[in-house]
């Protein structure tokens, strides 16, 4: 995704489709049902469907956060805003949370303010701070859409009110990915709580995320991840920074970790290997690996000022990256398992025990990385791509210049021997997966569209999330 923020300045918040909570210093619950709902249910409930494999994409990146397809597909490598578009559906307000999929279901998050909302500057720059929130009306939005014909199933407006944090001008209140399991559905909306809905789009449960001030007031952007009967969240933020661990059945509190970290907008990894399980939270200060019972094993110190890339493991190996474009340190991690204690690497080494291999200012800034058959690919946001091997950290080519391309926030994405980079001009550019740079073609949406979402796949359906509608991509028959 991309950056965001918040700062505070309470009222009384009322969301009227089916619950309502009061607000003073910090944020408060006061349940109510409310017999006048003004959320709406549109056209008929979306149930679940029988599914076989490959028909998930439950969290941000796929069920492996790697953006790379699980299975092999017949997925077109070529589209416009016709050609192979199956269906596209317009977006009403903001979001730049990805889709996420469980079987013919597809679950979007957005925000709708009730006045206009200030356009986004493309590209990197400085002056988007918004220091003080909208003084308008919001409503926080959880969609579901049929996979199959892009009809919304169901549109709940979980809460509604004035927000009390700010972002940048690029961000959204809707940055954060939901995530599934196939019974439930998991919304978090920083500032404002999170949201468990059934697959019929009630709220089984929330719980209220006090509004808390963010770097610049840039807002939030990580996205909760699900792991067995666990939803765990992270809320990196100038005040009071946290790691919570969720019952995922009944929202209860099962354990919390105050984190010294401050502004962080990168998506925890639950990394699970031969040697365990851990969760894996990169920051702007240290890396800090917990075990599940909250407790950490592992830490490393060495990252960028500002953190947003996801981690993820390829061939073993888990993958951490840290590049703010303003600084000198922007180092690239590959990381084995069986960690613990500071694994920190000392001023002239690239590797340690526990660290495979590292480079010092090879990471990029809002993307993440991508690693795909061996390769590890990194696509900077002003319009270049490198190449390492993903087992030695060897160079295999040097940043190489996208013809026409800059702007990338979203993650790169891979299937069929290709890679896929969507800009924010709504232009994907494909890449032939290799050892040499190759541009095949540009695929551009349209003149209105502005690409901030990582895409998700699942079956042989490619699902682009624009500022303005949501794009189905499949091969015609």
Not at 20 to 42: C, E, H, K, V
Not at 170 to 180: G, I, V
Not at 223 to 249: F, M, Q
Not at 402 to 423: M, Q
């Amino acid at each position: 995704m991309s950056n965001g923020t918040i700062t505070a300045k309470q009222k009384r918040v009322e969301n009227r489709s089916s619950l309502s909570f009061t607000t003073s210093d910090s944020l408060t619950r006061n349940w109510s049902q409310n017999s006048t709902a003004t959320a709406f249910i549109i056209s008929a409930l979306c149930f679940a469907s029988p599914s076989k494999a490959g028909d998930h994409w439950p969290q941000f990146r796929g069920p492996d956060a790697t953006g790379v397809a699980q299975t092999e597909s017949n997925l077109p490598d070529k589209w416009s805003a016709e050609d192979n578009v199956a269906w596209k559906l317009d977006i009403p307000g903001r979001g730049w949370s990805s889709p996420v999929v469980w079987g013919n279901q597809i679950f979007l998050t957005t925000v709708v303010n009730s006045a206009e909302t200030e356009a986004a500057k493309k590209g990197l720059y400085f002056g988007g701070n918004r220091p003080k929130p909208p003084e308008s009306d919001h409503e926080w939005q959880v969609l579901c859409i049929n996979l199959d014909d892009g009809k919304t199933a169901w549109q709940k407006t979980v809460h509604r009110g004035k927000p009390l944090t700010s972002i940048h001008v690029k961000n959204s209140f809707a940055s954060e990915t939901p995530t599934t399991d196939g019974k439930h559905v998991y919304a978090v909306f920083g500032g404002v709580g999170v949201f468990c809905l059934d697959m019929k789009g009630e709220v089984i449960w929330m719980k209220p995320i006090a509004p808390t001030k963010t770097r610049y007031g840039w807002g939030f952007a990580a996205s909760p991840i699900l792991h067995d009967d666990r939803l765990y969240l992270l809320n990196d933020n100038d005040e009071a920074s946290t790691l919570v661990a969720l019952d995922k059945t009944t929202g209860g509190e099962i354990w919390k970790v105050e984190r010294d970290e401050k502004s962080n907008w990168s998506t925890p990894y639950i990394w699970d290997h031969a040697k365990g399980t851990e969760i894996v939270v990169p920051a702007t200060g240290r890396v800090v690996s917990y075990d599940l019972d909250g407790k950490e094993k592992w830490s490393l110190s060495g990252m960028s000022s500002i953190t947003i890339a996801t981690p993820y493991e390829h061939n073993d190996l888990l993958i951490i990256s840290s590049g703010y474009v303003g600084d000198p340190s922007r180092p690239l991690y590959a990381i084995r398992p069986g960690a613990n204690g500071d694994i920190s690497l000392m001023d002239d080494e690239s590797s340690n025990e526990h660290i495979a291999w590292s480079h010092p200012t090879i990471a990029p800034y809002n993307p993440s990385t991508i690693a795909y058959n061996g390769v590890l690919y990194v696509l900077y946001d002003r319009g270049l791509m490198a190449a390492y091997d993903a087992k030695t950290g060897e160079e295999i080519y040097s940043k190489q210049r996208i013809p026409k391309g800059g702007a990338f926030t979203s993650s790169p994405w891979a299937y069929n021997g290709k890679l896929f980079c969507l800009n924010e001009n709504g232009e994907t550019f494909v890449i032939r997966a290799g050892r040499e740079f190759e541009l095949l073609h540009t695929n551009i949406l349209e003149d209105d569209d502005m690409g901030m979402a990582t895409p998700a796949i699942v079956d042989n359906h490619l699902l682009i999330r624009t500022a303005a509608r949501l794009y189905c991509i499949t091969q015609a028959q």
